[in-house]
């Protein structure tokens, strides 16, 4: 309960006494002139009855100032105690004085109850920190009753879930570096145990011929240039996961980072003899990191090129709208499995037409490039064809551009 009300509690408990002690005092007051009354009626019946006095001379005695204390004190006459006043006196005075004292104890009760639950709900506090500081978070903050502790529970609360939010995303944080030192270790076994291989092969046989020698330096190179390929890969994706990217973006036109991002991969294409139509605006432009995008864009070509028969073609196509920009990668003859299509950009992840010298992090990578870059991407495969869709959404001021141009 807030002070406040503790406040209106307190004063209504004292206005009640206050009306109680009022009455009894006015109704001892009442009682005190009927007695007086009730005496003095019958003296004067008395004294009309055995005297000559007239009523008036009567009345006059009456309303005299003449001091009689000195008779009664003669007599040691106490005159509240013929009439009955001092009996009426106690009485009240004891009314009074329990009113008085119930309500001093009714308010000292009140403020007692309420020290002893402030106490325990302190003493709840300080058990929930100390639980917070080993590491518990699941706590029953609710148990702690309104009132003035309502504002620190509430506090409590919100550190309680962002510990709890901060203690899980560590537990996540940490699973998901040890599956990725698993899986980053997995994927320089084959390649490291290939090189061994050779390099054994080159070292027991001294006297090798020239040729075979070259072909064991070649599959060395190649595996050499792979272990380049997923280190520079890995470490991409681990500025990603701290996030310590800073996109410089600008408005840049999509035909040159298609055109860039088809040179990075040219000699694949060049490889399988597969043909990349472009079609699209020349003056169409996304705001991007075109450094980055490029990087995005190959990954998903050199994917397309890889799933794609030798000897046949690749469609890109773009076009842009109020809201996004959009670029459509299709490749042909190369459907992916629906359990594949699930894991699709997940990282180290290779499908189950993957090629040998696939490792799994060039979708990943473009997908969070994409999304960096205000963008999403999916995909739609079947027999025939399997479509890399990716949309770049605009500034919002377009969209309420678009909402106005609809409207208006």
């Given at each position: 309960m807030k002070k406040k009300n503790k406040i209106i509690i307190y004063i209504i408990i004292l206005a009640i006494s206050l009306s109680i002690f009022s009455y009894f005092n006015?109704?001892?007051?009442?009682?005190?002139?009927?007695?007086?009354n009730e005496k003095i009626g019958y003296i004067v019946d008395y004294i009309k009855d055995n005297t000559t006095l007239t009523d008036d001379e009567i009345i006059k005695m009456i309303d005299s100032n003449t001091n009689t204390s000195n008779i009664?004190?003669?007599?040691?006459?106490?005159?509240?105690?013929?009439?009955?006043n001092n009996d009426v006196f106690k009485t009240y005075f004891i009314i009074e004085f329990m009113t008085l004292l119930l309500s001093i104890s009714l308010i000292l009760i009140i403020y007692f109850m309420k020290s002893i639950k402030r106490k325990k709900d302190i003493e709840s506090i300080i058990n929930l920190i100390d639980n917070i500081n080993h590491h518990n978070y699941d706590l029953e903050i609710d148990t702690i009753s309104e009132g003035d502790m309502s504002l620190l529970k509430n506090e409590i609360y919100k550190t309680t879930i962002m510990l709890r939010s901060i203690a899980d995303n560590s537990l996540k944080d940490k699973e998901n570096l040890k599956k990725s030192l698993?899986?980053?270790?997995?994927?320089?076994?084959?390649?490291?145990?290939?090189?061994?291989?050779?390099?054994?092969?080159?070292?027991?046989?001294?006297?090798?011929?020239?040729?075979?020698?070259?072909?064991?330096?070649?599959?060395?190179?190649?595996?050499?240039?792979?272990?380049?390929?997923?280190?520079?890969?890995?470490?991409?994706?681990?500025q990603f996961d701290v996030n310590t990217i800073d996109f410089i973006k600008n408005d840049e036109y999509v035909e040159d980072i298609i055109n860039l991002s088809i040179e990075k991969v040219s000699s694949l294409a060049d490889l399988k003899n597969i043909k990349i139509n472009i079609s699209g605006s020349k003056i169409d432009t996304i705001y991007c990191d075109k450094m980055w995008e490029i990087e995005a864009i190959s990954n998903i070509i050199k994917n397309a090129l890889e799933h794609s028969n030798p000897d046949s073609k690749i469609d890109i196509e773009y076009d842009n709208n109020k809201l996004y920009e959009k670029i459509v990668i299709t490749n042909y003859n190369s459907p992916i499995s629906k359990e594949d299509m699930h894991h699709l950009f997940d990282r180290f992840y290779k499908g189950s037409n993957s090629s040998s010298e696939s490792v799994g992090i060039g979708l990943s990578l473009s997908k969070n490039i994409i999304t960096k870059d205000n963008g999403n991407i999916y995909v739609?495969?079947?027999?025939?064809?399997?479509?890399?869709?990716?949309?770049?959404?605009?500034?919002?001021?377009?969209?309420?551009?678009?909402?106005?141009?609809?409207l208006y």
């Open positions: 006015i109704k001892e007051y009442h009682t005190y002139n009927e007695n007086y009664l004190r003669k007599y040691n006459y106490d005159f509240k105690e013929t009439i009955g698993e899986d980053i270790s997995h994927q320089l076994k084959t390649p490291l145990t290939s090189i061994m291989i050779n390099l054994d092969n080159l070292l027991d046989n001294p006297d090798i011929d020239a040729s075979k020698r070259n072909i064991f330096i070649k599959k060395i190179k190649k595996e050499t240039y792979n272990i380049k390929n997923l280190i520079s890969s890995i470490l991409k994706l681990s739609e495969s079947d027999e025939h064809e399997t479509k890399f869709i990716i949309k770049y959404f605009k500034e919002i001021k377009w969209i309420f551009l678009f909402l106005f141009y609809i």
